[in-house]
């Protein structure tokens, strides 16, 4: 089992481009979510979604857009990426109801210039 | 509002010594997990806990509950190299899928 997989490792971006970040998990979990990781804020939840066809905002959601895409993936969209959206994302899952556990993929980081 | 307080923020210690670091909340949670980040790398999970009081052990690690579901503390025995990275606190409460996250540990073991 690969886990949680996420594409691509590394962006560079321009101020007004956009993107897709692409993640997936074989695990058969229900939920999956969107962190950013910036030094010292710790990590903070873009989006999540519960179940498949559900998606809800986070503690960041402003600039971003997700789309649950079946029950394996979950993909993080940017529209007009902008100097503040630097960051490391990390895309999770986990079996709802299981001590809120969650497995992580290896990161993107993306600098928007 | 930061729900989670981790501390210290930053530890370097030398290998062999022991150590604790601290996850504290005026929240009760319904359970509480600690991660381990090395560079460049996603959070591993290293344990949940859900009981108050309880106390696990994975090999050198001792994690324990407070007895309120308030609190957390892990605490490493001779600490080696291989330990280093940032440590994360985090809880769960209710039906909420939500983890809320502290702001980490990074811990520093010198050969």
């Known amino acids: 089992n690969a886990g949680v997989t996420q594409t691509p490792k590394f962006q560079v971006l321009k101020t007004g481009q956009s993107m897709t970040l692409q993640c997936a998990q074989d695990?058969?979990?229900?939920?999956m979510y969107w962190y950013r990781q910036d030094p010292g804020m710790g990590l903070r939840l873009i989006y999540y979604?519960?179940?498949?066809?559900?998606?809800d905002k986070g503690e960041v959601p402003n600039g971003y857009n997700v789309s649950r895409l079946n029950k394996r993936e979950f993909s993080l969209r940017l529209e007009s990426a902008a100097p503040s959206q630097t960051s490391v994302y990390f895309c999770?899952?986990?079996?709802?109801?299981?001590?809120?556990?969650?497995?992580f993929g290896p990161g993107t980081r993306l600098t928007v210039t | 509002t930061q729900l989670l307080e981790q501390s210290p923020q930053f530890l370097s210690i030398q290998e062999g010594e022991n150590l604790t670091v601290y996850c504290n909340s005026s929240s009760v949670f319904s359970s509480l997990q600690w991660y381990r980040q090395e560079p460049g790398e996603g959070p591993v999970l290293l344990v949940t806990?859900?009981?108050?009081?309880e106390v696990k052990k994975l090999k050198r690690l001792t994690f324990q509950f407070g007895d309120a579901r308030k609190d957390s503390s892990l605490h490493i025995t001779a600490a080696q190299p291989g330990d280093t990275g940032l440590y994360l606190c985090?809880?769960?409460?209710?039906?909420?899928?939500?983890?809320?996250f502290g702001k980490g540990t990074l811990l520093t073991v010198n050969p």
């Open positions: 999770a899952s986990s079996e709802s109801g299981v001590g809120y556990e969650q497995y």
């Open positions: 979604s519960a179940s498949e066809g559900t998606t």
């Open positions: 806990v859900v009981t108050g009081g």
């Open positions: 695990m058969n979990h229900n939920s």
């Open positions: 985090a809880g769960g409460r209710g039906s909420n899928y939500k983890l809320t």
